[in-house]
């Protein structure tokens, strides 16, 4: 009887990947258009947040801005561009083990993936504008409230990557009123770096990132 459980943990187990690798393909498939000019812009309080399926403690988890080294390692890219206009949040060391602790005590119920948020501006002089209203260290709860909702006079087109335990979260930001997007080759490089990511197994690549040193990550002033 007690292997029989084990057959059936085994195959829910298996069946669980396999959905998730399908969802992710998925994602993938649909969140990247043929050309970034064509990407759907909404108004900022019409577009879509990052998601919490319900789990509602990750909201008070922590991401931190992250340096453009970091952003080029995350998504491996050779790109010679600096993405002047480029703002990105990843987890902090705190919200990398509270997921873990999340998940065992929730007995793999609870979710060990973490999120990133890129936001691509439209123009360097946008973002610089926006950088100053927004702390270096972010509650993710504030992500939909503040950081997309907060602002005004500004839509956006959302992208989404599902890359294991990462999920990718990718904001163009431009004007309300705006034709085509000033950036759109920044934005590219990342979209397209991101469909070529594999999966990440687990956060070894994210706690190996210049800044990620301790659990209390003192964030640098925006410049």
């Not at 990105?88 to 929730?106: G, K, R």
């Not at 770096?193 to 925006?222: E, K, R, Y």
């Amino acid at each position: 009887m007690e292997d029989n459980i084990k057959k059936k943990k085994k195959k829910k187990k298996q069946q669980q990947q396999q959905q998730q690798q399908q969802e992710a393909k998925k994602s993938n498939k649909e969140e990247v258009p043929t050309s970034t000019t064509a990407a759907h812009f909404k108004c900022s309080s019409e577009v879509k947040g990052i998601r919490f399926g319900g789990q509602i403690i990750i909201k008070s988890f922590t991401i931190r801005r992250a340096t453009t080294i970091e952003l080029l390692t995350l998504l491996t890219s050779p790109s010679p561009s600096l993405f002047t206009s480029t703002i990105t949040y990843i987890p902090t060391n705190f919200t990398i083990l509270a997921h873990h602790a999340w998940h065992t005590l929730t007995l793999g119920l609870g979710t060990k993936k973490s999120k990133v948020v890129i936001f691509v501006f439209e123009n360097e002089s946008l973002k610089m504008s926006v950088e100053r209203l927004w702390g270096g260290v972010v509650v993710l709860g504030d992500v939909n409230k503040k950081m997309i909702r907060g602002l005004s006079g500004c839509e956006m087109a959302r992208f989404k990557f599902r890359k294991g335990c990462l999920t990718f979260y990718v904001y163009a930001v431009r004007r309300l009123g705006s034709c085509g997007f000033n950036k759109a080759d920044d934005l590219r490089c990342i979209l397209e770096s991101l469909v070529g990511l594999n999966d990440f197994l687990d956060h070894t690549a994210m706690l190996a990132l210049p800044s990620q040193q301790s659990i209390t990550f003192s964030s640098p002033l925006p410049h």
